[in-house]
């Protein structure tokens, strides 16, 4: 059964960083482009970022571009975001999605919420 | 940037309508669309994709049709379990979502 298990989140203060990860289970990781998509609360869905197999082609909407920086351990099975520069437009719940060689995405976790405010 | 524009925002419908929702890109994104379905506390739920085909266990009252910079889902026959929130999304260039959907009983 695919599983895909986010963590990190929290309360983070404007200007702060904060690390998301996503576990993955149930399929083989490496074979899959993985992105983060997130959801203010009450609004619809926005993608973050993605990367491929082996994150040698990442992609990040321009709300996040220099700020924000994903990765993958492929060994751990475990994809990464990185954070920092943190504003309150970036209060999310974060999701992990596995892409479909295509990219639309199969499989979502249930998410992390990540609130920043002072 | 591709724009995803959804219509209507709302729709009020009763058990047994047929519904319809549409999407439109702002540039061509020939058939690489798809469609999500999302209910309140829950991640999304991935119903169509490449415009028309059916993902794996979704029920055969909702069907994607469409291409370039149309699309639509359209459920046949509303069930109770139908009540939510409908995505679009691109994924020609990157990805880009509608701002959605929510069916509601009428």
């Known amino acids: 059964e695919v599983q895909l298990v986010e963590s990190g989140g929290g309360v983070v203060r404007p200007g702060g960083s904060l690390r998301l990860s996503c576990a993955a289970s149930?399929?083989?990781?490496?074979?899959?482009?993985m992105s983060w998509v997130r959801q203010a609360p009450g609004k619809g869905l926005e993608w973050v970022s993605g990367?491929?197999?082996?994150?040698?082609?990442?992609g990040y909407a321009d709300s996040v571009k220099g700020r924000f920086i994903i990765s993958r351990d492929n060994a751990k099975n475990s994809l990464n975001l990185q954070m920092n520069s943190l504003r309150a437009e970036d209060t999310a719940l974060y999701y992990c999605?596995?892409?479909?060689?295509?990219?639309?995405?199969?499989?979502w976790g249930q998410g992390t919420l990540v609130t920043v405010s002072s | 940037d591709i724009q995803m524009t959804q219509s209507p925002s709302t729709l009020s419908a009763s058990v047994g309508d047929r519904v319809t929702i549409t999407c439109r890109a702002s540039?061509?994104?020939?058939?690489?669309l798809a469609w999500y379905q999302q209910k309140p506390g829950k991640a999304p739920k991935l119903l169509v994709y490449?415009?028309?085909s059916l993902e794996s266990g979704v029920p055969s009252r909702f069907s994607g049709s469409g291409s370039a910079t149309e699309f639509t889902l359209t459920i046949s026959s509303l069930q109770p379990d139908d009540f939510a929130t409908y995505y679009c999304q691109q994924y020609n260039s990157y990805s880009t979502f509608g701002q959605g959907t929510k069916v509601e009983i009428k």
């Open positions: 490449m415009a028309s």
């Open positions: 149930g399929f083989t990781f490496d074979d899959y482009e």
């Open positions: 540039q061509s994104i020939i058939s690489w």
């Open positions: 990367l491929n197999w082996n994150g040698g082609s990442t």
């Open positions: 999605a596995r892409s479909h060689s295509s990219g639309y995405y199969d499989y």
